[in-house]
């Protein structure tokens, strides 16, 4: 029996934002873009309901439109670190040091190539096989395996030498 | 396969930003209440846009609804003459699914001076309601409790309000002729149709819309946004003066609803005798806080207590128009 559109939205839409956000480290960007790919969605629900692996082909249309957004917008993605948004609060006392390798290694994360980026949300935050990885981003599992060490490899040495410019 | 210790730290990051997620609600609201024509309408991000309808109506209608009045009249006119009295009313504007995206209070003091205190829609009040954001009270709650609200966090008594929707300002923009901004930086942003050059340029219709709805690709996002709002504010009140207003008019007629105990009459004449106008957001504290409905921005309800206080002492607005990112 086939769900209704807002039912599977209703269901779905914590995760699918959560999702959004880890993918593009900003909740603006993952909200407008989860809403135009459920308002697709929703206008070819009679297609997309019926298909088996619909939960997929939702996520793969999320992955897509970050992907299509951050090619559009190539001259310039600001993605300010917690610590620069800090700066322009209140003074408050700091406990910021906690956080600091965490902030450096995600201004790493944010400069890595999309397609290594979108792998890594996928096998970290999703916990999906190689497998799914392969079919969400739509290549080769060889290809998977290799955005995910190469990031790893980037992101292990940016860790050695930390960068200073986040504090 | 054990995770080593960078792996922990990525997992780490990934859950810290996906808790950053906004609310739920907010964005099914949306997609319901979206026409699926409309590819890229925006119903969230239009948000600010509204406060200047509001503002125009507030400040225009009943000005042209003065002339109109026959000579006989005579009492009327004799009332606003005498001393200004303190006013706030409080301007919502609220998009096509009914989510308050601008709060703005305006004051009117006794000596004439005018101030409009922008209240960002991502507010995050502990207090209220064991906890909510800004622009959920009034869709939940309704306009009293938003008013009290507003009181609560400013200490003003806000005894008025004008809610308006989301609509013509496209048009309002075009009604005057452009209304001129000035761009730090060169700006384009698919989701809102944003495309700027950098500097001076005067803008109107659906240029106008995107110029105000834009958050993406901007250094502060939403603060970007209310910053580009105030200067739209205060560049539109220069152009007003001297503006043919019927077409004005024309333009938001319909958009705007009062409190009937709103003298709108007074409040006009107020508004544009004015002596000086400022224009301010209220102080606030961490802007990416993690709140139940997603990330939020931290106020201190003394701090803006104590802000708005003092903002009748500060120096008003310069005719300058500033240039804005």
Not at chain 2, 61 to 80: G, H, L, Y
């Amino acid at each position: 029996m086939l769900d209704t559109f807002d039912q599977f939205a209703a269901d779905r839409i914590d995760r699918l934002l959560r999702f959004a956000t880890a993918l593009t480290c900003d909740p603006h960007l993952a909200q407008d873009v989860v809403q135009e790919v459920l308002v697709r969605v929703q206008h070819k629900w009679d297609r997309i309901g019926a298909l088996a692996a619909r939960d997929m082909y939702v996520r793969r249309m999320i992955i897509n439109e970050y992907l299509s957004w951050r090619r559009r917008k190539a001259s310039r993605n600001i993605a300010a670190t917690h610590s620069t948004l800090d700066a322009l609060g209140t003074p408050t006392a700091d406990p910021a040091h906690i956080y600091a390798e965490r902030d450096a290694l995600r201004s790493h994360i944010i400069k890595l190539p999309r397609k290594q980026r979108a792998a890594l949300v996928l096998r970290y935050y999703e916990d999906r096989s190689d497998q799914e990885i392969a079919e969400l981003l739509g290549c080769s599992v060889g290809t998977v395996r290799s955005h995910i060490s190469r990031a790893l490899s980037t992101l292990r040495a940016s860790h050695q030498h930390p960068v200073r410019e986040a504090l | 396969m054990a995770n080593d210790r960078t792996e922990q730290l990525i997992k780490d990051v990934f859950t810290d930003e996906a808790a950053r997620a906004v609310d739920s609600r907010e964005v099914l609201a949306a997609v319901r209440g979206r026409r699926p024509r409309r590819s890229y309408g925006l119903v969230l991000a239009a948000a600010a846009v509204v406060v200047v309808v509001a503002a125009v109506a507030t400040f225009v209608v009943p000005q042209v609804f003065e002339r109109s009045t026959p000579p006989a009249a005579d009492d009327q006119s004799q009332k606003t003459t005498q001393a200004v009295t303190p006013t706030n009313v409080l301007v919502v504007g609220t998009d096509t699914a009914g989510w308050t995206d601008s709060v703005v209070l305006t004051q009117v003091a006794a000596d004439g001076s005018v101030s409009l205190i922008s209240l960002p829609r991502d507010s995050w009040l502990p207090a209220t309601d064991g906890g909510t954001k800004l622009n959920q009270i009034y869709a939940r709650s309704g306009i009293e409790a938003l008013l009290a609200t507003v009181r609560d966090l400013t200490g003003v008594p806000v005894d008025h309000y004008a809610v308006v929707d989301m609509a013509a300002v496209g048009e309002l923009a075009d009604a005057v002729g452009g209304v001129p901004v000035c761009l730090n930086a060169a700006t384009s942003d698919r989701y809102s149709g944003a495309e700027f050059g950098t500097g001076e340029q005067t803008i109107a219709g659906d240029a106008a819309l995107a110029f105000l709805r834009q958050r993406h690709g901007l250094p502060y996002g939403d603060l970007d946004r209310i910053a580009r709002l105030q200067a739209f504010l205060q560049s539109l009140a220069v152009k007003l003066k001297g503006a043919d207003l019927a077409p004005v008019i024309a333009a938001v007629q319909g958009d705007v609803k009062t409190d009937p105990g709103l003298d709108v009459l007074a409040l006009a004449q107020d508004l544009t005798n004015a002596k000086s106008l400022r224009v301010a957001t209220i102080p606030i504290g961490e802007i990416d806080l993690s709140t139940p409905q997603g990330s939020g921005i931290a106020v201190d309800p003394a701090q803006v207590k104590q802000f708005v206080t003092g903002l009748p002492s500060t120096p008003p607005a310069t005719g300058d128009v500033p240039c804005v990112n």
